[in-house]
């Protein structure tokens, strides 16, 4: 994965929340610094008095690790500082070097950050799919009983006080963390915790992905005021997973069950409250003055978000330019290097979950035949897609994971075969007299439909005749959720597991059960494999926390992978890396591995 400017040093330095003065004196550590490792129930504020003398001094240590990050990856990269976690490395400067970094920064309060999103959300109410800028959007509204810190590589306790409590593999006890509030003033009690949960659970709220919870969620207790109480079905080694994704943010009944809820009336605990969506055209969201997760900061520092929707590339970055937006998301990778290299903007380039795919509709002809799957999967050329539409900010795909997945395994490899190909083609009745057809749909976004148009030439260097059929985002989504009334065969679209689990980037899309199973592989009428939906299901019973139950798994997940190569019921093309281009003037900003940036942080320096 090419990485620009990424987080070099002064940009690193902009992650300082806030400065404050006075000397910082006492007991420094060695001469060039030292790394130290977060215990159990540690805060940053102890560790600057216990190594700089001064409290305050905890944002010279962010600032001092974001910056050891960038040249050694094992230092924790820290956005919020309320939110270190147990086993973090961190780098404390000597008390000479505080001083500078405390220095660099001064966070000014107040302003209007606009954003720019691509695509509008497909909802703002976090049980029904948001799709990516919804999620970003509910993410600095709204609060579950854990959050995902911004690399997905952990869950931290949110509206809980602290981890559950687990006296057996099917009970989990949440204690929540007594005053917090809903932005319309209403305390936050277990009840609500039961009734975000039941609107996940009960096929009456029509949840996206709710399938998953009825699966495993037996039953919800709520002995006190501040207690929780899940009883599970199964054993869900990835449950806090769950709890820490985009789907369980909790939310007031009293507003939730009103009928303008998610349109004009919304709900949530977060730094930021939404108080106006224009669909088609812009989100706003204003600072929640009564933020329980304010600190000593009082954030969020900036006044007002506002995500503008522009969709076309030329008008958004006309707009960016123009200096009508102050950022933008998900740049046309051709245009990264562009910006990379013009002092007047900052380029954060990182590794994505995301990724692009192919599914074939396994329930209906042409694709039920086995052989024109493996031909399409065998004269489909990955890296040159990623060479010529990528710029090199993507990887081509093999198993079921991105590279910096711990489950990816580089050993499988999805290889191009052309003559392969045409042999199969012929093996399943067709020639250049009689060329195979097929219809492949496509989301309407430059980044899919060329990649469509790439694909269909490269078909046609085996003689396959695809045609295109761009659909718009939300109707092509829609239109995949059941094996009938597709305008095509198959469909090229991008999904991102959103928590990081090897279970969102191997079930979630291709088991029985998944709730992303677009191809229908062991579901209903489409094709079938036993084997794998039994090793998969295997793999899914190790978890991602433990470094064993890991290596118990990989194995399994390189298996499962080379059978799903094998069957092709859709083709994984590759992973994207996340890019965002700022104004210098926007302080704070933190990559997000995926679709979670949090905005409480950021200030604008004009």
Request: charge should be negative; include cysteine; glycine fraction near 8%.
């Amino acid at each position: 994965m090419r990485k620009l400017r990424c987080v070099h040093l002064a940009i690193a330095l902009a992650l300082l929340l806030t400065l404050v003065s006075g000397v910082v004196s006492a007991a420094p550590p060695a001469q060039d610094g030292q790394s130290y490792t977060v215990q159990k129930d540690d805060s940053l504020w102890v560790i600057a008095e216990k190594y700089l003398g001064n409290g305050t001094a905890y944002r010279a240590i962010v600032a001092a690790t974001n910056v050891k990050h960038e040249e050694d990856a094992t230092f924790a990269m820290i956005g919020d500082p309320s939110l270190i976690q147990p086993g973090w490395k961190l780098f404390v400067p000597t008390a000479e070097a505080a001083e500078n970094y405390l220095a660099l920064a001064q966070p000014k309060r107040g302003g209007t950050l606009v954003f720019i999103n691509r695509a509008s959300p497909k909802s703002l109410v976090s049980i029904i799919d948001p799709g990516k800028s919804g999620i970003g959007i509910l993410h600095n509204t709204q609060d579950g009983l854990l959050n995902f810190d911004e690399d997905y590589s952990s869950v931290y306790p949110a509206l809980a006080k602290d981890y559950p409590e687990v006296p057996d593999p099917l009970t989990y006890i949440f204690r929540l963390r007594e005053g917090v509030k809903f932005h319309d003033g209403k305390g936050v009690t277990s009840e609500d915790i039961k009734y975000t949960y039941m609107r996940l659970v009960d096929e009456s709220y029509g949840a996206t992905f709710g399938a998953v919870y009825r699966e495993h969620i037996d039953s919800i207790e709520t002995p006190d005021k501040y207690t929780v109480i899940f009883h599970l079905k199964k054993e869900w080694p990835i449950f806090l997973s769950f709890v820490g994704g985009n789907h369980p943010k909790v939310v007031n009944k009293e507003l939730a069950e009103l009928p303008e809820y998610g349109t004009s009336v919304w709900s949530g605990t977060g730094p930021f409250m939404i108080t106006e969506w224009v669909k088609g055209e812009y989100v706003t969201i204003v600072r929640n003055p009564n933020y329980w997760n304010a600190g000593e900061e009082d954030l969020p520092y900036l006044d007002e978000v506002i995500f503008k929707e522009i969709p076309d590339p030329s008008a958004m970055y006309a707009a960016f330019e123009a200096g009508q937006a102050d950022m933008v998301t998900d740049p046309d990778f051709k245009d990264v290097s562009r910006y990379a290299e013009d002092p007047n903007y900052e380029v954060y380039v990182g590794p994505s979950p995301a990724s692009s795919l192919i599914v074939f509709n396994t329930t209906k002809a042409p694709f039920t035949e086995k052989k024109l799957r493996q031909a399409i999967s065998k004269g489909i050329d990955r890296p040159e897609i990623v060479d010529a539409l990528f710029f090199g900010y993507a990887e081509a795909a093999g198993d079921f994971f991105p590279s910096f997945h711990w489950a990816h395994d580089p050993s499988v490899v999805a290889a191009y075969d052309p003559e392969g190909a045409k042999a199969l083609l012929k093996e399943a009745g067709y020639d250049e007299s009689n060329p195979f057809k097929f219809i492949l749909m496509s989301r309407t976004e430059p980044v899919y439909l060329d990649q469509a148009v790439l694909i269909q030439d490269q078909l046609k260097r085996i003689g396959v005749e695809a045609e295109v059929l761009p659909v718009e985002y939300t109707t092509l989504s829609g239109m995949t959720q059941k094996p009938d009334g597709w305008a095509g065969d198959a469909a090229l679209y991008r999904i991102t597991p959103l928590r990081g689990t090897a279970f969102e980037f191997s079930y979630y899309q291709y088991g029985t059960d998944g709730g992303l199973n677009r191809c229908f592989y062991n579901k209903g009428d489409g094709y079938q494999n036993p084997e794998f939906e039994a090793k998969l299901r295997e793999a899914n019973s190790y978890s991602d926390y433990d470094a064993a139950q890991r290596e118990a798994a990989k194995p399994l997940y390189k298996e499962v992978s080379l059978i799903w190569l094998d069957d092709a019921p859709g083709i994984l093309l590759n992973y994207w890396a996340n890019a965002d281009i700022l104004y210098p003037y926007v302080k704070g900003w933190v990559p997000s591995t995926g679709d979670i940036n949090t905005l409480k942080q950021i200030w604008l320096d004009k």
